[in-house]
């Protein structure tokens, strides 16, 4: 199985802040790689899918890169609403496996 | 819009037996691969299986291989996942997912609300 491995798993930050979650693949994923945003008692939402595409109706702040083993998903200028926990998922092959979480507190 | 609506959780002893539900509305259901997915308590998000279009291709994640079975009847837009000799360890809020675009690859959009399962005796 792929090993989804994230940092950090936890992340105090301000309004307004410049935020970036990173996701390391234990082998190469290409760019089979979408970010989740996961708030309490809500569905997770996709955000970012194939490495980079925006999902429609995902605010522009969010912006995700990488290719190969290492990722990243960047908040440009926190929001209140983005205080939330954030997965990264690998859908290379089976069996599809997720990031640990990083949860995104206020400061 | 489109929806996904998860029934069936509850309180279960070690070794019983429930079936989870997933109504879809709002997309055409026959179109699209769908996944369960799972978090337990303090955990990570767990992919557990899916089901292609038609049912014909099935994969469970390992944990659940012979245990739980997905399936799908697209006539009522539904999604099941009949989960077997439940361990404490399947406690769990349990999703269900639309895999965009079709075929094993996708990524997940949308995911219902979730429903709770609790192993205890």
């Known amino acids: 199985d792929i090993q989804m491995t994230q940092s950090p798993s936890s992340l105090s930050a301000s309004v307004g802040d410049r935020v970036t979650i990173t996701c390391r693949a234990s082998?190469?994923?290409?760019?089979?790689l979408n970010w989740y945003q996961h708030r309490p008692g809500e569905a997770p939402k996709l955000l970012i899918y194939?490495?980079?595409s925006l999902q429609s109706g995902v605010p522009s702040r969010f912006s995700g890169s990488g290719s190969g083993t290492d990722f990243t998903l960047t908040i440009s200028s926190l929001q209140p609403e983005d205080f939330a926990v954030y997965h990264c998922q690998q859908s290379y092959s089976l069996p599809h496996t997720f990031g640990q979480g990083t949860k995104l507190e206020i400061q | 819009q489109v929806y996904l609506v998860e029934s069936g959780g509850g309180l279960v002893k070690p070794g019983g037996s429930l079936r989870l539900s997933c109504e879809a509305s709002g997309f055409i259901f026959s179109d699209y691969y769908m996944s369960w997915i799972r978090q337990a308590p303090g955990k990570g998000l767990e992919w557990l299986s899916h089901?292609?279009?038609?049912?014909?291709?099935?994969s469970h994640a390992d944990s659940v291989k012979g245990r739980f079975t997905i399936s799908r009847d697209n006539a009522k837009n539904s999604l099941y996942l009949q989960m077997n000799n439940l361990r404490a360890e399947d406690t769990a809020v349990y999703y269900c997912a639309r895999a965009v675009p079709a075929g094993k690859r996708g990524w997940f959009d949308p995911w219902g609300q979730g429903t709770l399962v609790t192993v205890s005796s």
């Open positions: 089901i292609s279009n038609s049912g014909s291709v099935i």
């Open positions: 082998q190469n994923i290409i760019s089979f």
């Open positions: 194939a490495a980079s």
